[in-house]
């Protein structure tokens, strides 16, 4: 497991913006895949975004045209910008990544739309 601290959560207006960050601690030799999950409350776990080493990224019907997810791999850290946020975007946020030692989750972050 690698340690991975998310931060970017909070409230905000339907509309509006908010920019999710998870940085990876420690040594590692190489991350693979970066993803972002989210977790309504009665829902289960769904894949937001991917993005690869590469930069190749892909995303949930519900995120395309709306959410960004990039990577820094010089600081092993993944973002994910959202625009445009509507009240079902209300979740918790969770970063995974992936590397040779298997994947790794953040700890979760809220985020609330409001109406």
């Known amino acids: 497991q690698v340690p991975l601290v998310e931060s970017g959560g909070g409230l905000v207006q339907a509309g509006g913006s908010l920019r999710l960050s998870c940085a990876a601690s420690?040594?590692?030799?190489?991350?693979?895949?970066m993803r972002w999950y989210r977790q309504a409350p009665g829902n289960e776990r769904e894949l937001v975004a991917t993005?690869?080493?590469?930069?190749?990224?892909n995303y949930a019907d519900s995120a395309k045209g709306r959410f960004t997810i990039s990577r820094d791999n010089a600081i092993n850290t993944v973002y994910l910008q959202m625009n445009s946020l509507k009240p079902e975007d209300t979740a918790v946020y969770y970063c995974n990544i992936n590397t040779c030692a298997g994947d790794s989750w953040g700890q979760g972050t809220q985020v609330t739309v409001a109406s």
């Open positions: 420690g040594f590692i030799f190489s991350i693979n895949d």
């Open positions: 993005i690869t080493r590469g930069g190749r990224t």
